[in-house]
């Protein structure tokens, strides 16, 4: 660790709400159930308006409401603004979800476990999402055919069909893929007889969703562990249940004031769900400490690097990736990144690289060369986190940076921009018009 300039260091406090990753599922999950099932502490970001949307289409009726503050700016800072999302399942359910909403939502694929096992027949377009790698279906695919679903890939659909019925059944996965595991907790849940499921993703956001189940009835052994062991029952009842915090947005605002410096109190973060990134932070020079509710980190002087290696939870997040990418640009040494779930994350290091960035990528390595500050540059969000990391890596580089395509972010932070505000943070949203001006 060395002396180095920290611009604009962030001060106060931040909230952080309920995981998108979760509410999106746990929203999903509702459709196992007639009835009114209400899911509480949901963040106020447009894919969980998408995903009410897809609902709906399903022939759910859906209501969403977030907390309606008078200074969004001040509230942004101050309170929790996770909203709640009440959803009425009909007895009958439509069994197809349309392209025009699936393509702008990757986790609508998780409306196919729930389909099959309810309509025993499902029609889901393929979906699109963040531009980070191919994002197969494979494991959801040979999964559900071992529960008895028979399905093919029809123009541009996954098309299931439950010829007989449901049944348990050992299932595997070759990796502990979180949409999967979701996709066939969720369909095993009503198949007849006992499923076995090794080497699920253990991701909180899982243990979320199969404590909802759980509580509307499902009987599911192994919770967070490796193997899930589910017996299947008949009829499912709906519940209320608040959605996980995020994670990931949580460890946002650590990497946040990691990059700046400063003193950010994470209200509502988790620490346990980040062990790996707060002690990583911790060891090159941060100070994190517990908090009443949640966690507080202070970064006092530019940070030492350090490596990292994604893997599934509880290794590095993948979704933390283009953050710590993003502190290794401007901290004292080189780091060596290697990104093993997403094939396409390091698009994000050719933007960093515009913003005066050393690195180099090499396959699913990158080694990044940190200088005491980076330089301002028009940028482009290709992801939620990528467009995020690149607001953060604005605020360690002299001049303007602009990030275009920053609607990604909005999918995935709710009020980010009023939130850096609200810290003290020269940033303000701009027309596509008023940039090319
Ligand atoms: C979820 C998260 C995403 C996070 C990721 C890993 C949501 C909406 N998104 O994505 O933010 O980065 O978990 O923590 O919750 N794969 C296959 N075949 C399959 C399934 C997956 O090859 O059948 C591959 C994917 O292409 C990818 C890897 O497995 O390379 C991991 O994917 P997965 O864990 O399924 O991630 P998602 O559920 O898509």
Known sequence: MSE????????????????????????????????RSVITNVPDILDVEVMARLLERLGCRVHVEHPAVADLGAAATDQNLSGTVTIDVPEELDHEAPYDLVRRLRASISVLGPLVARCGRARVALPGGDNIGSRGLDMHIRGLELLGARLSIEHGFVVAEVPDRLAGANLWLDF??????????????????????????REPEIIDLCEMLGAMGARIDGISSSTLTIEGVDRLAPVTHATVTDRIVAGTWAFAAAIAGGDLTVAGGCAHHLDIVLDKLTSTGAAVHAADDGFRISVSERLGSFDVVTLPYPGFPTDLQPFAMTLAAVSDGTAMITENVFEARFMFAQELARLGADLRTDGHHAVVRGKPCLSGAPVVAHDIRAGAALVLAGLAAEGTTTVTQSQHIDRGYPHFVEVLRGLGVDIARVSVADVDR
């Open 176 to 201: 502990p893929s979180v949409g999967a595991t979701e996709n066939l907790v969720m369909a095993a849940v009503l198949a007849p007889g006992t499923t076995v499921i090794d080497n699920v993703a």
């Open 4 to 35: 180095g300039p920290l611009s604009r260091p962030l001060t106060g406090t931040v909230h952080v709400g309920g995981a998108k990753n979760s509410a999106l599922k746990l929203m999903a999950a509702a459709l196992l159930a007639p009835g």
